[in-house]
């Protein structure tokens, strides 16, 4: 999977994926952005309700029709100093239907510890790498 991000301008991103769909990034204006895209951090997080929502709705597919609302909320605590990563991350399903609860969390167990590739990735070894002007760079 590959995502290219382009810079647009100021503090402004634009990302585009495998998929083809665009998203907009941009820093808040107290980081010298307009405010015009969510921030990535945001994304963060959005990207973590977002796959274990899938992975929630593929188990519980056999119960959907029962199922009248599913809302994720993820609320992140992040560190004090610079780089200002999360340290503690809460996601919270809000659902409204006729399911037995132990089903849900047995669907959130194991999209967390089987199949959610975002939660996974937040342990990742992350390694950097250079192309100035056209020229591969080593550090």
Do not use: Q
């Amino acid at each position: 999977m590959k995502v290219t991000t382009k810079w647009i301008g100021g503090r402004a991103f634009t990302a585009t994926g495998d998929s083809g769909y665009e998203v907009n990034m941009d820093a808040t204006e107290a980081y010298g952005g307009l405010g015009k895209g969510a921030t990535p951090t945001e994304m963060l997080l959005s990207s973590l309700a977002g796959c274990i929502g899938i992975d929630v709705t593929m188990i519980l597919r056999p119960h959907l029709d029962k199922i009248t609302k599913i809302e994720i909320e993820t609320d992140g605590t992040r560190k004090e100093e610079a780089p200002k990563g999360f340290t503690d991350i809460v996601v919270t399903f809000i659902i409204d239907g006729d399911i037995d609860s132990k089903k849900v969390w047995r669907a959130i167990n194991l999209g967390e510890e089987k199949y959610c590739s975002v939660s996974d990735s937040l342990k990742a070894n992350i390694s950097f790498e250079l192309i100035l002007n056209g020229e591969i760079e080593k550090m």
